[in-house]
């Protein structure tokens, strides 16, 4: 059984991600062998997030963990990631969601991409997109809105500046956000977390008057170009960007299921 692969890769960075706003937020968090946990605490309700990062060999080792995971943090609402897809968390009041694609790509040049930034500057709707990185708070609080309108994150509206991502973002290593703007105006962005091994990227939202123009492609590629290009290059694909991913090189490794529980169990 192979535990170290590209898959796995993709899970510790997430979980690597995961840790990072913990720390950024102050949110407590545990790290067994195969299972990485977060509670997200902004409010009492606020969903958990729970990580399986290697191969089980049977699900009652899970599930025992899980059951003192939930009873220890109090646990009302919790999202947890099976890339594996074993488990049945029905009893736990959890419903399982569409499975999604964890898709990698290998390292390798960025079809039509330079090595300076800006990365793009491009005629765009009568406009000139750009891309850049968020180096301060004040942009990463413009990424943190597109994240919030664009993605969209429902539990975080109305926005409030450094309540999804803080500014102490910035400090943790590896942690990266884009920023695409039309002549100045915001317009889409992404966030990649490298971890050493590989680079995840996460939350690719394009706000909804620019959506279908590109922006999306240009960020990631941007993104691709300047965040670690020489390690593998991971992400959890939706049903709308797979398309923009696979044009983009990544390769689906797995199907993983999502499990969610969005209220105490009865």
């Given at each position: 059984?192979?535990?170290?692969?590209?898959?796995?890769?993709?899970n510790?960075?997430?979980?690597?991600?995961?840790l990072a706003?913990a720390?950024?937020h102050?949110?407590?968090?545990?790290?067994?062998?195969?299972?990485?946990?977060?509670?997200?605490a902004?409010?009492p309700?606020?969903?958990?997030?729970i990580?399986?990062?290697?191969?089980?060999?049977?699900t009652g080792?899970v599930e025992?963990?899980?059951?003192d995971?939930?009873?220890?943090?109090s646990?009302?609402r919790?999202t947890l990631?099976?890339?594996?897809?074993?488990?049945?968390?029905?009893r736990f009041?959890?419903?399982?969601?569409?499975?999604m694609?964890?898709?990698?790509?290998d390292p390798?040049?960025?079809?039509g991409?330079?090595?300076?930034l800006p990365?793009?500057?491009?005629?765009?709707?009568?406009?000139?997109?750009?891309?850049?990185?968020?180096?301060?708070?004040?942009?990463?609080?413009?990424?943190?809105?597109?994240?919030v309108?664009g993605?969209?994150?429902?539990a975080?509206?109305?926005?409030?500046?450094g309540?999804?991502?803080?500014?102490?973002?910035?400090?943790?290593?590896?942690?990266?956000?884009w920023?695409?703007r039309?002549?100045?105006?915001?317009a889409?962005?992404?966030?990649?977390?490298?971890d050493?091994r590989?680079?995840?990227v996460y939350?690719?939202?394009?706000?909804?008057?620019?959506r279908?123009?590109?922006?999306?492609?240009?960020v990631?590629r941007?993104?691709?170009v300047?965040?670690?290009?020489?390690?593998?290059?991971t992400?959890?694909?939706?049903?709308l960007g797979?398309p923009?991913?696979r044009?983009?090189?990544?390769v689906?490794r797995?199907?993983?299921?999502?499990?969610?529980r969005?209220?105490?169990?009865?």
């Open positions: 059984m192979n535990t170290d692969g590209r898959l796995e890769r993709a510790d960075n997430a979980a690597a991600f995961w706003q720390r950024a102050g949110w407590r968090s545990r790290i067994r062998p195969g299972l990485t946990a977060v509670r997200c902004r409010t309700d606020d969903p958990h997030r990580l399986l990062t290697r191969p089980y060999a049977e080792s025992r963990e899980l059951t995971l939930l009873a220890e943090w646990t009302i919790f990631e099976d890339p594996y897809g074993g488990l049945d968390l029905t009041g959890a419903a399982r969601l569409p499975p694609p964890v898709m990698v790509r390798g040049a960025v079809e991409m330079t090595t300076a990365a793009i500057r491009e005629a765009h709707g009568g406009g000139t997109l750009t891309v850049d990185e968020a180096v301060d708070g004040d942009n990463v609080a413009l990424v943190e809105r597109a994240i309108d993605f969209p994150l429902p975080r509206r109305p926005w409030v500046r309540d999804a991502f803080p500014e102490r973002l910035l400090g943790e290593p590896g942690w990266r956000a920023l695409g039309v002549d100045g105006a915001v889409g962005t992404c966030l990649t977390y490298d050493g590989a680079t995840g939350w690719v939202a394009t706000l909804p008057d620019w279908g123009r590109g922006v999306a492609g240009a990631l941007t993104a691709l300047h965040a670690h290009p020489d390690r593998p290059a992400l959890v694909a939706t049903s797979e923009l991913y044009k983009l090189g990544f689906e797995a199907r993983t299921c999502w499990w969610s969005t209220s105490a169990q009865g």
